[in-house]
Structure formats: structure tokens, C-alpha cells
């Protein structure tokens, strides 16, 4: 039906009212419909349409689908209907595990259980745990015990050694697991961990395996955890590598020397190229460090988000730019896969160096990219390019999430061309397939990049590899301190956001008056042009404020919209005459499934 549904307009009307499928229709308890609706959230994703009742038949599920299309709650809708059901029942362990890499997704999956069991009103509880909590905290939150555990692989496998977590317990109670972002369990280095605890999961236990990617890693963990499970997948996923980013981000390229970067995006972000709210990667913190003491310069105002800071203020940071307190915010990711030695020694030479001696040791546990929801971020800015094409989606995937638009600009200097090559060989880069091309950006001319060359060249000689250790430095102080306060303070006081900025000036100089305008004659025509449709653009959607944008992307063509194109796998097979399962045992389930759906 799929392919049939692009080329007839009867067939797309076909699957458009298959598409208007409620969270009813799929059997979800009032109370959870009740309570995504005080969320501003109406009717199901496509994964979620899917997802949802093969968990609550209690299969088994592989789910696969593209960032941003709503995979946590495609299982923690059932996971928690599940629970209503069971909650009377005795038990010494938690009934379900959600392990996930980082402690950023630990805390934001935590964070949307807990608001939904609020919003139901039940008496359910869920708790998250990570690795740095001293085990008398562990304990005392696993006093109960809860019915959802949050964790990451490493803390379960410490719960289990310090005997936190009683082996005999997992096997009678758990009767739920689930592997979120599963594609990077195993590159985080979790692989001892999970197989500490897999001889402990009950063979009747559902276990869910969610990703958005697909890797070796994957097939890996299927084999390790998973018991003859449904496979949902993107329809064309092996063979015509389709749709890998969503097709509502639209991605752009700048060809430019590593030199020259610097000049690149402050023409992007002071002539107003590019929409905000903008998110930018850099591969170091170093380099995060240089360019957030350059933009402040042009009086451009940054937060940089990296390892090394302690988690309290990484997670104030990400809430602080959701809530929209700011604009741009330079990430770094990658330190995983890069080599810790490598940035560690990073780490010490700032260490070293710095006066008052702060140390800190980057966080195993950190993840900034990974599942992250970042909330209306507009573009994403590559300032340097990811080190593999699976770290470019994830990247990408920070913008276009849920029914939002984004866009994608990479600065591709020479020496990355290789990993480019790549990123494009992975997506197709079919010029047919606009959701997988990767233009040249047109906004930008030669022109408009020469006007800014001679106000930059000097600022980003002023920018020395001591300024940036010393700022890194300072930054890090503050951030040590405010953790502190932080802590004491949300304990108290969990909805105030706008106690500590971070997108404070790091520079010892103020920023030069004259350069933080542009004046006008440094502008040709065609920028200027381009400068007012980016506005334009912006005011059409309603700014950053989401409520309008979400009005703006109702018109949106549904055929680009990423959220509508998944379909289940059902996926080649499915074609061939019924739903790719592992084993033998298809029965009656296989007929349900045998249509691919095109959601
Ligand atoms: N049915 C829905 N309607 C509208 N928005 C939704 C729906 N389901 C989820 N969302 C929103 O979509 C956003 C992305 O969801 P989520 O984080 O689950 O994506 P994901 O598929 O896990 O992405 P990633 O692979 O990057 O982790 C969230 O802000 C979430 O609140």
C-alpha cells in the first residue's frame, strides 16, 4: 500500500484516513489519552501507531524509526497502561527497567513517566538512578520498590554488585525491559553490564529494544535480549536508504576552508541566514570555547554544553534553552567515540594550567546528542563535521522533531570532505529524494562572506589558545559552583528556570560597540534579500512560540512530513506476505500484520 499510496491520489486520501487513527482506537486507557491531551497531544505518531498495540499484547518489539518521531512514547503509553493493571501485585524489584546511555536521557525519560503517572493521577512511581548516586541513595530510592526503574546499564549492574538490587528479586518481579536508543548501548560501553544482568531477566519478561538507527550493535542486542520479536522498521531500510533524516529537515552545505569557519558562521548567524533557535557542534571543547568567546565579540551571546560540566548544570542548561532563554547553544559531542584519552588529556592541560587548579573528569555518562529532545530548535549548525554518518543523523535529528520544521548546515572544509563523502553515500543523496539531499546553502554569497573578512580575521586572532583555557576554565568554575546551588535550589524551587544564566560573556573585554551591527551598505542586495525571507519565515511560524508553529505545520504538506512516512515492517517481507518476525511462531498475529502498512 505503500508505494501504491504515492502514486494514486485516491490511495493517499486511503492513507490519510488511516493515518487519523486516535490513541482510542488503539485501546490506550482513558486516563493516559486524558493525560496526553493536558500535554497538547492529540493523536499518535505513526511509530506509536504501530508500537503501541503489539507492547500491549505483550510482544516482544524491535522498533526502529527516525529521530524525533516519538519512540518514548510509543512504549511508555502501554508500558504504563500494563502497570495500571498490575500495580496490586507484590514484588521486591521494580516490575520495569528503562535503560538508557545517558544520564541526560535517563533524567528525560524519568521526567515524561513521572508527568504522565501525575497527570493520571495513579499510584505509580518511578525513579531514576545513575552511577554517581552513593549507595545509600540507591537504596533508599529502590525502598518500595518502585514500579519503573530509569537507569543506565552501568548503575544497574552496581545496584546488582553492592546487592542493592537482589538478583532472585529481578527474576520474580521484572516483567518489563526496555532498551532505549539501543543503537548506542553497546558504543557506550555497556556490553558487560547488560550481560550481567540478562541471565537475571525472566524468560516472561516483554523486552523492547527502540532505536534510530540501525548497526551490528542492534543485531547484537536482539540476540542477547529478545525472544522471537516483531520487527518495525522504516519500509525501504537495507536497500534504498530512504529517509534517514526526517523529511521535514532540509539539509545545507557550505564548502569552506577550516580556517575560514569562523567567517562562515558568524556571516550565518549575524545576517540573520539562519533561523534560530540554532544548536551548533563542534567536536571539542576547546573549539566550543573558541567560538563562543568569537561570537561574543559580534555580541552574540552562547551557553556552551559539554562533559566536563557537572550534570546539574548540563540539565539547567538544556532546560533553560527548551524554555527558550536563549538562542544558541554550541554542543559538543562524540567524546565518546573520539577516545577519552584523548580529551581527557585535554581536561588536565586546562587542569594544569589553570591558576586555581580545577579538575574534572569528563562524564562516561554524558550525552548530548543522543535522544536528547531539544524543544524548537530550529537549525543545526555542523561547524565541524561529526566523525561518522551515524553521529550526522543523530546531529541532524536535534531539529524537525515531532510536527516541527528544521534545518541542517554543515561547514565541509577539505579535510572533511571523506566523512561528507560518506554521510552522502549513506543517505542516498538522491536529488529526487529531497529529504536526503544535501544542498549547497543558497542564502550565502561570496560577497556577503568578503564584507565580514576584515572585522574577523583580527577578533579570531584575539581568541588565543590561553584566552579559550582560560575561559574554559572559568566557565567550569562557575558551573561547579552554581551545581551546588543549583542543586539546593531546585530541590526547592523545580520550576524556576531563570535562577542562573549561562550564556554569560566569558571575554575579558567587552564586545567592540562597532561590531555588534552590521551596518547596511556591508550588505549586497541579495543578502539583504535573503536576510528579510528568513524572517519572514520565522514570523509565518509564529517565532519560537510552539503553540503557532504547530498551527503553521498543520498546512504543512503531509508528504513531508517525517511523522506520517513510517511505515512497519511489515517491512520487505511484509510485502512478500506477512510481518518479519524472528522464529518460527507467526500464527494469527501474522494476518493482523500482513498489509504494510504506510502510515
Ligand atoms: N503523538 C505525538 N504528537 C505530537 N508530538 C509528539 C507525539 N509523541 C511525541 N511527541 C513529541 O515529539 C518529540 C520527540 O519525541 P521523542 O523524544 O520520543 O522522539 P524519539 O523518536 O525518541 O527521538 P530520538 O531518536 O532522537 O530519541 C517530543 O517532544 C515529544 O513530546
Redesign the pocket.
Known sequence: MANAAKNSPNEIQEEEEEEEQTFEELGLDPRLIRALSK?G?????P??RVAIPLIMEGKDVVSR?????????AYLLPLLQKLFSDSGSRKTAPSAFVLVPTRELCQQVYSEGLSLIEFCRVHLKVVQLTSSMPIADLKAALAGPPDILVSTPACISTCMSAAVLQTKSIQDSLSVLILD?ADLLLSYGYEDDLKALIPHVPRRCQCLL?S?TSSSDIEKLKKLVLHNPYILTLPEVGDVKDEIVPKNVQQFWISCSARDKLLHILALLKLELVQKRVLVFSNSINMAFRLKLFLEQFGIRSAVLNAELPQNSRLHILEEFNAGLFDYLIATDDSQIKGKEQVNEEINVTSRKSKKHVKQKLDSEFGVV??I?F?NVYTVINFEMPQSAAGYV?RI?RTG???NTGASVSLVSPDEMEVFEEIKSMLGDDVTKDSNFIAPFPLLTKNAVESLRYRVEDIAKSVTKIAVRESRAQDLRNEILNSEKLKAHFDDNPKDLDLLKHDKVLSKKPPPLHLCDVPEYLLDPTTQEASKIVKLARAAMGGTNPTRRKGFNRKFKKSRDPLKTFSADVSKRAVKGGMKRKGKDTGDDNQKHKKKKSL
Do not use: F, L, V
Open positions: 500535554k497531544i492529540e493523536k499518535p505518531t511509530i506509536q524509526a527516525k529521530t524525533g518521531s516519538g519512540k518514548t512514547y536508543e527502540m534510530a543522543r535522544g529532545d524543544k543523530h535529528g522533531r515531532a510536527y
